[in-house]
């Protein structure tokens, strides 16, 4: 019979091989990640935002994809596995120049769209890091002839923002360079409505779980009609995300909601182009 100690041994030495194949798994991700950015394999999608009064494109969100590969076979478990990584900072900050190089580049083709708002998502953790200033971000889009004014940095809820105060200075000093906010998933999780209380942003986006079938059910009703409140009481606008079905665009637009995103307006697409508010006559 094994005594105590040579069971603790093999507890232990299990414990180990378990932790060296994570380690090894964790560095194989992270190479990965350096060789998709290093050759560029991404690709960049520009899906419209519109004003559901006017029916007009009022900007675009710039979303990046990576192309699937082994180790990231879907996006989402590219942008999970970034959220945690020692890599988050190196990566946003890649991101982000792409993101402005590639709106750019369309913009050259198309200059309708020169003035346009243009979302960039940004995990809160990187915009409250303090090497990485609002002045670089100046000097970026300086270089491709943008405006802050124009930019509106998308806070995604990978990881959540922990010290709020802080976090409220920190974004007061990107204002005051002419950035705007939005607070993207609204209405999914105590953080992101507790974000909406500290940071007060321009935009609310609802998340497209809020949104789904919302002509049908009152308790998904009921909680936009509160952030619609609560945006007309600190003059914010509410972007409904994820707007797929023409009941659900009418009841929003009965609802007030300003303005909408979503495949029934206009897909992500790797080219700049107008989206469009269906009525139903022009619905086959």
């Known amino acids: 019979m094994k005594n105590n100690s040579t069971l603790n041994n093999l507890g ?13 798994y964790e560095y194989q991700q992270n190479k990965e990640i350096r060789k998709l950015l290093h050759f560029k394999k991404m690709n960049t999608f520009f899906q ?17 994809r990576p192309q699937s590969t082994e180790l990231f076979p879907t996006t989402e478990k590219f942008y999970d596995f970034i959220g945690k990584s020692r890599d988050v900072f190196f990566t946003e900050q890649f991101l982000r120049r792409l993101s402005v190089e590639r709106y750019s580049e369309q913009v050259m083709n198309s200059q309708p769209f020169r003035n346009h708002l243009v979302f960039l998502n ?19 889009l300086s270089e491709f002839n943008l405006s802050p004014d124009q930019i509106v940095l998308e806070l995604t809820e990978k990881e959540s923002v922990i010290d709020y105060k802080q976090f409220e200075k920190i974004i007061g ?11 993207d998933d609204a209405g999914t999780g105590y953080n992101s409505l507790k974000t909406l ?27 936009v009609e509160l952030l619609l409140e609560f945006s007309n009481q600190s ?3 509410v972007i409904a995300e994820g707007i797929e079905t023409l009941d659900e665009l009418r009841f929003l637009q009965n609802l007030g909601v300003q303005m909408g995103q979503g495949f029934l307006l ?3 697409l790797q080219e700049l182009k107008n989206g469009i508010v269906p009525n139903y006559e022009n619905i086959s």
Not at 52 to 63: D, I
């Open 122 to 140: 940004i995990q809160p953790q990187v915009l409250a890091d303090p090497t990485y200033q609002s002045g670089k971000t100046l000097e970026l």
């Open 266 to 268: 206009g897909k992500p």
């Open 235 to 237: 003059e914010t606008k």
């Open 48 to 64: 419209p935002i519109l004003s559901l009064k006017e029916g007009c494109t009022v900007g675009f969100e710039v979303l990046n």
């Open 12 to 24: 232990f030495q299990h414990y180990l091989d378990s932790k060296r194949e994570t380690l090894f």
């Open 173 to 183: 000093n990107y204002r005051e360079q002419g950035f705007r906010i939005a607070v």
């Open 197 to 223: 209380i500290y940071l007060k942003p321009e935009f609310i986006k609802i998340d497209k779980a809020i949104i789904r079938h919302i002509d049908e059910y009152q308790m998904q009703q009921h909680l």
